[in-house]
């Protein structure tokens, strides 16, 4: 990305969180919305995290790294 596009989306950015006072609830509740509002209507593909942790890897059984 150009630095033209960076800055651009952090002034869209600083633009959003100046609307909700610069509020980090208000504007997490604002996102929490809007996603809901993207979910419902089906036009875009939304990737859950898994439900379960991955078990952890038993450190006995790797070798370590040269």
Do not use: W
């Not at 990737?47 to 078990?55: F, I, Q, T």
């Amino acid at each position: 990305m150009s630095d033209y596009e960076i800055d651009e989306i952090r002034r869209i950015r600083r633009e959003i969180s100046a609307r909700f006072g610069h509020d980090a609830r208000k504007l997490g509740e604002y996102y929490r919305k809007l996603e809901e509002e993207y979910r419902k209507s089906g036009k875009y593909k939304f990737v859950d995290p898994p439900s379960e942790k991955p078990e952890p890897t038993k450190s006995g059984d790797e070798k370590a790294a040269d």
